[in-house]
């Protein structure tokens, strides 16, 4: 592992939650990482002074990124200080909970960019150098409410399912071109997203999965690591979930 020469990831929303799990795990996976994050500044830059610490080559990054200015800084200042882009991991996200009836056009619009738009934009700027590098791997964070859909979660539902929708076409798209396009779809993951849930409603969802538990951050990111990695080559298209069985 130590010879061989290490690859360049950026994780979006990775200060936090999954992303932070994401970007650790590909740290000591022999990736270089540029770890994004839009306002958890000083979280953000106390991951990156552990992982050096660690002996890890990781950097930070602010960028909303669903705008796109701030997307083509991100990715011009990866391209400045490493060269290349082999992974992008498309994980920032926010949610919304509430009645469809309730949810204002501001809402929707924060939420479909937040989550959708930003996939695009990332994915565009990420494309242009594996395209020519004919070689790359984009791993898209979606939901299991993107496949089923969850009531009082419509907008995040059909954001997610839009995910769901970029990633198939997009593997069609550039296969031939050597890029593999797939998404990871968990169910319940402990993280700051879950804090507006109650204990009991915690244990219902607990009840509610064939596994019997909730998932955890890492439960997601060794499958990042799996599809990043020569093991999963052939692996495209695929919407892959990671949810004790709540949705089948
Ligand atoms: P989280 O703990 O709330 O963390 C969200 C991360 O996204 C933070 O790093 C945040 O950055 C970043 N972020 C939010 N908006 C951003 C923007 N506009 N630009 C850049 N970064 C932004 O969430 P999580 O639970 O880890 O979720 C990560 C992903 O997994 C999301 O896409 C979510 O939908 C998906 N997911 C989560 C669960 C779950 O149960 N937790 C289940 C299924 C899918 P700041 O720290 O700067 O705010």
């Known amino acids: 592992m130590e010879n061989k020469e290490k690859k360049v990831a950026i994780v979006t929303g990775s200060s936090r939650g999954i992303g932070k799990e994401i970007a650790s795990e590909l740290a000591r996976n022999n990736y270089k990482v540029l770890i994004n994050y839009k306002k958890s500044q000083r979280i953000a830059s106390k991951l990156k002074e552990k992982l050096i610490s660690e002996g ?51 809402e929707w619009d924060n939420l479909i960019d937040t989550n959708l738009k ?24 979606t ?29 069609k798209e550039v296969g031939p071109s050597g890029i593999n396009v797939n998404a990871i779809a968990p169910g319940v993951i402990m993280t700051d997203m879950m804090e507006k849930f ?9 009840d509610e999965t064939p596994l019997m538990r909730v998932g955890s951050t890492e439960d997601v990111a060794s499958l990042v690591v799996y599809l990043a990695s020569e093991k999963s080559d052939f692996i495209t298209g695929q919407i892959i979930g990671v949810n004790g069985g709540f949705v089948i």
């Open 143 to 171: 939901s299991m409410w993107g496949v089923a859909g969850g009531s009082c979660e419509v907008v995040y539902s059909a954001s997610k399912a839009g995910i769901i929708g970029f990633t198939k076409a997009l593997a």
């Open 198 to 206: 109650s204990d009991k409603d915690i244990m219902a969802l607990k």
């Open 56 to 106: 890890y080559d990781v950097d930070i990054f602010k960028a909303d990124v669903s705008k796109s200015k701030e997307v083509d800084e991100m990715f011009r200042y990866c391209l400045e200080k490493y060269g290349t882009i082999d992974l992008l991991v498309n994980n920032a996200g926010v949610s919304l909970e509430g009645l469809i009836t309730d949810v204002t056009e501001k």
């Open 118 to 141: 930003s996939v695009f934009l990332c994915s565009k700027k990420a494309l242009n150098t594996m395209i020519s590098n004919h070689s790359g791997k984009i791993i898209n964070i």
